[in-house]
């Protein structure tokens, strides 16, 4: 079992930059896939971005490819969510999430372990 902490949420201007973390207790931390999610009020939680267990193999939605980049140190049992060019329709509360073996980066039913969420707001 794997708990999760966000950190690094906050309010940017338009164009801005934010650096989100997400630490896991845990001596099997290396062992997960690790993935990016994000809801927006009114709406689905939907994926943003995922890597895998060794960080080579990474996937990004559509919607934030060329602005987001996912990292994670196992050495620092962490994972990261660089978020540039941010925009207005990036506001959301950001989740970060551990995968059980097999998954589908986008599909949230193969995430059994989830963070409490951290609010990003960006301003027009």
């Known amino acids: 079992q794997v708990q999760l902490v966000e950190s690094g949420g906050g309010l940017v201007q338009a164009g801005g930059s934010l650096r989100l973390s997400c630490a896991a207790s845990g001596r099997t931390f290396s062992s997960y896939a690790m993935g990016w999610f994000r809801q927006a009020p009114g709406k689905e939680r939907e994926f943003v971005a995922s890597v895998i267990s060794t960080g080579v193999l990474k996937y990004y939605a559509d919607t934030v490819k060329g602005r987001f980049a996912i990292s994670r140190d196992n050495a620092k049992n962490t994972v990261y969510l660089q978020m540039n060019s941010l925009k207005p329709e990036d506001t959301a509360v950001y989740y970060c999430?551990?995968?059980?073996?097999?998954?589908?980066?986008?599909?949230?039913?193969?995430?059994?372990?989830w963070g409490q969420g951290t609010q990003v707001t960006v301003s027009s």
């Open positions: 999430a551990a995968a059980s073996v097999g998954y589908q980066p986008a599909r949230l039913n193969d995430y059994p372990y």
